[in-house]
């Protein structure tokens, strides 16, 4: 059963700020967020995570709401080559198979010129 | 070169025949996994290695067989392919399977005739 959802697709204007949700409402007490993402033909890429507060990296922030329920990546200033599916998937932390990652299907963000 | 390399990118082969995909990392990663990726389904997991010798199944572990004698590699095996097999297969490496990032391979597109 999905532990996350996200719409299946969403396009975004070329330099515009891109917000992708996620709802991960049965998330428990030791599961991070993660984002990956995956463009066309290639291995997907580690974006950034977090457990409750938000973070910033050089790609994306995370925003994460208190309760902890559901969360947005936001991409600044979106270029065509973010042009990709990305997928929200929460995981525990500690090893083992329950720290592994289980892809649903994203969501395919267009960016476009 | 550095990072996480697979071979071959592409293979076609008949039902029946032993198929390997090699798979290949030079940063010492603990962890390793392999993942295929079907339209319709994303990614899900075939196997993982903790460690040299140490190593569990995934998701869909039926028809495939794992090795791990070296850290750096980690070789995936389909014995007797079938049809259903033809997929897209990324092989992934990690610190640790907690908080660390996986980092995948270029993938190796697999068709079974």
């Known amino acids: 059963d999905a532990k996350t959802t996200q719409p299946p697709s969403m396009d975004c204007a070329e330099g515009r700020a891109a917000n992708l949700p996620c709802n991960h409402s049965t998330i428990s007490g030791n599961e991070y967020v993660y984002w990956y993402r995956q463009i066309h033909s290639q291995g997907p890429q580690y974006i950034i995570h977090?457990?409750?507060n938000n973070e910033t990296n050089e790609m994306a922030s995370l925003i994460i709401t208190e309760d902890r329920k559901s969360s947005t990546l936001i991409l600044p200033h979106a270029t065509l080559r973010d042009t990709a599916v990305y997928y929200c998937i929460v995981r525990v932390v500690y090893g083992g198979s329950q720290g592994n990652l289980i892809f649903g299907k994203g969501t395919k963000l267009s960016v476009k010129p | 070169d550095a990072g996480i390399t697979q071979s071959p990118r592409y293979k076609i082969t008949e039902t029946g025949r032993q198929v390997t995909l090699m798979c290949h990392q030079t940063?010492?990663?603990?962890?390793m996994f392999w993942y295929r990726q079907d339209l319709g389904h994303g990614l899900r997991l075939i196997y993982y290695?903790?460690?040299?010798?140490?190593?569990d199944k995934g998701e869909v572990p039926d028809g495939y067989v794992v090795s791990r004698s070296k850290t750096e590699n980690f070789p995936l095996t389909l014995e007797s392919a079938t049809r259903s097999q033809t997929s897209v297969y990324f092989c992934?490496?990690?610190?640790?399977?907690?908080?660390?990032?996986?980092?995948f391979g270029p993938g190796t597109r697999l068709t079974v005739l």
């Open positions: 290695s903790a460690a040299a010798d140490i190593t």
């Open positions: 940063w010492s990663h603990s962890y």
């Open positions: 977090g457990l409750k």
């Open positions: 992934a490496s990690s610190e640790g399977s907690g908080r660390n990032e996986q980092f």
